[in-house]
């Protein structure tokens, strides 16, 4: 169990307007692994802001990055750092590298959290939904059989056989007997149209 010390908030800025507004924000605030503190948040904007590394000459970055985090640091103010710089440019037992991890890993397993509740959400109004499919399944197959019984079962099958196949060609043949003698008629029926053979 996490103590509240090691507890990990996670916390998506979505403008640009709300890191600006956070106290103590400065835009060209240096960052380095001496007077960082924690990550409060994380950034993804179409727009890039000017990481504030501070790099080893003294100067900042302002490297141009679209994905970073806002971070407190010692002294109460906040600041923004890339993704890449927090990731490549602080030694592996850096706090930063290690708390951003840290931050990643929570961002992801509450994300995933959500998915499932949602999924979870959502079961209820998907078992009604498959019932209702399934009794209307029940209903077509009722009907079926009832078509199939009064048509015969050599006829059904065929008319099953030309749905399955997409055959829409019946032949029909009539026989007359009319004063002793038998007469036969053929047709043939395709589209619709029909043919005397």
């Known amino acids: 169990m996490l103590d509240a010390a090691d507890k990990v908030v996670i916390r998506t800025f979505n403008e640009i307007s709300e890191i600006e507004s956070l106290p103590g924000f400065s835009d060209k605030n ?25 790099k080893e000459n ?18 109460k103010s906040v600041s923004i750092i890339g993704n890449c710089c927090a990731k490549d440019k602080f030694d592996a037992d850096a706090q930063i590298r ?20 949602n999924l979870l959400c959502e079961a209820n109004s998907r078992v009604i939904e498959l019932e209702g499919k399934k009794s209307a399944l029940i209903g077509i197959k009722q009907y079926c059989d009832r078509v199939g019984s009064e048509l015969g079962k050599p006829n059904f099958n065929r008319l099953m056989d030309m749905a399955r196949t997409r055959n829409s060609v019946v032949l029909l043949a009539m026989i007359t007997k009319k004063m002793g003698r038998i007469r036969t008629e053929m047709t043939l029926l395709k589209n619709g149209h029909s043919s005397n053979l």
């Open 30 to 54: 240096p960052i380095n692994k001496d007077n960082y503190k924690k990550i409060i948040g994380d950034y993804n904007f179409e727009e890039s802001l000017k990481c504030c590394f501070k």
């Open 58 to 75: 003294g100067n900042l970055c302002l490297h141009d990055h679209k994905f970073g985090y806002v971070v407190e640091l010692k002294d």
């Open 98 to 117: 290690i708390d951003r991890a840290k931050y990643n890993n929570r961002k992801r397993y509450e994300q995933v959290l959500q998915n499932v509740n």
